[in-house]
């Protein structure tokens, strides 16, 4: 399995620096497993063009690097693209917002509602707050690909 991880992040890491090679950028990528998730850093001097808006292009370029490897070894798990480190510091000023809006929750009493997220930030509130003695968590219940989550006492 560990090497199976270690193939499937070499090609992971060969097929962004291929895609953004035909793209024009000059980048370095260090790669990082863990578990099931292969994180690949990207390291460039043009680290906004590759982020875009709120991380949309980041997201887009690490969506065809998961496309692209599923289709050469079917369901590998998922990969992780970020650059300069911008998801990471996203996450963290992201936690800190829940944090604050447990704490309102635990004053008040009131259940709070976060804005719409996708499945990988409202993953990141219920693993924050799980074992929580104060505040538990619940998604809306719907179709939609950007879900509220709701903060209630316990």
Do not use: W
């Amino acid at each position: 399995m560990v090497s199976d991880q270690v193939e499937i992040g070499a090609a992971a890491a060969e097929i962004l620096e291929t895609l953004l090679g035909y793209l024009g950028f000059v980048v370095k990528i260090e790669r990082e497993t863990q578990e099931e998730l292969i994180h690949l850093q990207i390291f460039s001097g043009e680290n906004q063009l590759l982020i875009g808006k709120r991380g949309e292009r980041l997201d887009d370029i690490q969506y065809l690097v998961n496309r692209l490897l599923h289709a050469r070894f079917g369901d590998v798990g998922r990969v992780r693209v970020d650059a300069g480190h911008y998801r990471l510091m996203q996450e963290e000023r992201f936690l800190g917002q829940i944090g604050e809006l447990a704490e309102k929750v635990r004053y008040s009493g009131k259940a709070q509602a976060t804005r719409p997220l996708n499945a990988y930030f409202r993953r990141l509130v219920h693993e924050a707050l799980r074992e929580d003695p104060g505040v538990t968590t619940e998604s809306e219940n719907s179709r939609k690909p950007l879900k509220r989550v709701t903060l209630r006492r316990r």
